[in-house]
DNA sequence: ATTAATAGTTACTTTTGGTAACCCAAAATT
DNA sequence: AATTTTGGGTTACCAAAAGTAACTATTAAT
């Protein structure tokens, strides 16, 4: 892998490749994308940016077709990483509401960039995948 | 789910979340989501992004920990959607160059704001995770 | 006494992802 | 002359993750 692309883009790699550089043992880039690549995390944080506080079941219905198990550990992730706070109110039936923290906001607005290419970009690559 | 928070942000929810709405039986945002919800997706769009064309080891040296079949399985896909270009040359050994295509890059683009993003928020949100 | 409601958990099954071995053809090495 | 190396895969197999269904708690309503 000697004087191919690799070398020619120097510059460019120390912006954009992020990827292999860690502190203190942990890569931020590759961090970010393990936690939101998964099929309900995105899901999750745009539904709570979208309407603010919801209630467990609430979340669950907007999705769709999360499992409750699923919706479970995504919930629990986001909140480990201060990305969701969970508030509990000691009722019967439980009542648990869920909103983004303002880090989680922070994410939301990237993906609220992200969605938006999708739906520009989404008839262009219906057609490619079909022809 | 009557009169709750659900009910409260009608604008906010036809203008954030699409991801229930269908173009022809199919979501465009859960579409593009179901895409890049991998664990390589993100990474190789990334590292073709940064360096301009590379080859197939080329790839696989930079992401590091991606096994063989599972960027060949990562290409294949985003071949189909348009997002890259594969050139076989007729050599031996092979070689089969990969480039983003316009449309890739155009996902690029919004990779590379998310990054910065999870640059600027990973020490937050390690400290989240820990405490 | 039974049912409903909310927010889960647990056990089990299926799907997905990861690992290691193998393939091809020619050029370089022994 | 025979073996090894090369690059870009594929195939078979095994582990991990996700999906499914059933179960739980507690109280109010029927």
Known sequence: ???TAIDTQKKFQNFFWKANETRNGVCPVRD???RISDK???L???ALG???TLRFNEIKKLIGD???RMLTVTLRNLEADGLVERHVYAEVPPRVEYTLTPLGYGLMEQLVQLAGWAEDNSQAIMKNRKG
Chains 1, 2 share one sequence.
Request: glycine share 12%.
């Open 40 to 42: 309900w995390t995105i």
């Open 50 to 52: 979208g309407y603010g």
């Open 32 to 34: 970010i994308i393990a």
């Open 66 to 68: 999360v499992s409750q």
């Open 44 to 46: 999750t944080i745009y």
């Open 1 to 3: 892998m000697e004087n």
